[in-house]
């Protein structure tokens, strides 16, 4: 097997929700290059296990794969468009692979809207409650739903608990 497709089947892996499997095919990739295959595959997996590491979390992993994609690329005669991928993983925040969950960023008044979702109230008790119009809750549950990317009540609440925000 060469090392791209050790490198794309990791990144199927990763596609798929499978970190950690995805983490093993591309860190399997990266070996094998360093026994002296073509720097460009070196690079391509660094990129790509910086990616992995970062959508689990692990900046500081990401942060030492993209260094050791700079390195590989370095040595490339012709990197091609290897610097600009190092530059987007680099900025990329927050991209995480289907499977991995990662919270969106809620305003103060979606999230005190979502901890009332779980509860009995109806948007007109939930408007008094927090003193605001029931066209504003309508406005933030329509925001929440979105973010959360839910389509109702009972999967809001189910998310929101999956991404630990409730």
């Known amino acids: 097997m ?19 499997d995805a983490y093993a095919a591309v860190d399997r990739a990266r070996e094998l290059s360093q026994r002296g295959i073509a ?18 979390g692990d900046d500081d992993g990401a942060r030492l794969a ?3 994609a700079r390195i590989a690329v370095a040595a490339c005669p012709e990197p091609g468009i290897l610097t600009d991928m190092i530059e987007r993983a680099g900025r ?5 692979p289907r499977g991995v969950p990662r919270p969106p960023d809620l305003t103060d008044r979606e999230r005190a809207l979502l901890r009332l979702l779980p509860g ?16 504003t809750v309508k406005t933030h549950i329509g925001a929440l739903y979105a973010k959360l990317g839910v389509s109702s009540r009972a999967d809001a609440v189910a998310r929101a608990r999956q991404l630990d925000l409730l």
Do not use: C, F, W
């Open 2 to 20: 060469t090392v791209t497709i050790v490198g794309a089947h990791g990144k199927v892996l990763e596609l798929q929700g499978q970190a950690s």
């Open 39 to 56: 720097s460009v595959e070196m690079a391509y997996a660094a990129i790509e296990l910086a990616q992995i590491r970062r959508s689990t």
């Open 66 to 68: 993209l260094a050791d």
């Open 92 to 96: 990329t925040r927050g991209r995480t």
């Open 120 to 135: 009995p109230l109806r948007r007109d008790e939930m408007a008094a409650a927090l003193h605001i119009s029931v066209n």
